[in-house]
């Protein structure tokens, strides 16, 4: 039985698609970094210890990712996918502290942001990859 060719869409759909999702992607990126900066080094109560050491521990894995992010690199972007998923967990918990459930919402509504963003870059990264090498042109 013959495999059923996979349609891609056009390039004229998906150039400017993937140009929007890497700029809202960077945003969500620079949001939620700055969202991390201003909870610890303004709002946070944390009882004698220096904000910046803890906010330094949170950065971590989000600066590690950030090269490819700047830079575009689609595999960069599925990565961010995956380490996002942790400050997503953190502000579900965070959710239920009455004091920070403010600080909890919105650092999973910028997780989620940042990851919605990221895989649709991703994905129609890919398809336009593909479609600019030449697969998915109707056969002559």
Not at 5 to 23: E, G, S, T, Y
Request: net charge positive.
């Amino acid at each position: 039985m013959a495999r059923k060719p996979k349609v891609l869409p056009p390039q004229a759909w998906l150039a400017p698609r993937v140009k929007v999702m890497r700029v809202l992607s960077l945003v969500s990126f620079l949001g939620l970094v700055g969202l991390l900066c201003a909870y610890y080094l303004v709002f946070a109560d944390l009882h004698g210890a220096r904000p910046w050491v803890i906010l330094l521990i949170e950065l971590v894995p989000l600066l590690l990712m950030a090269p490819g992010m700047v830079m575009g690199s689609a595999r960069g972007h599925s990565w961010m996918c995956f380490v996002v998923n942790l400050y997503f967990i953190k502000g579900a918990l965070a959710a239920y502290d009455p004091n920070r459930q403010w600080f909890g919402v919105l650092e999973m509504l910028a997780s989620l942001a940042v990851f919605c963003t990221a895989m649709l870059y991703v994905r129609w990264r890919f398809q336009l990859d593909r479609r600019l090498a030449g697969e998915g042109q109707p056969a002559l």
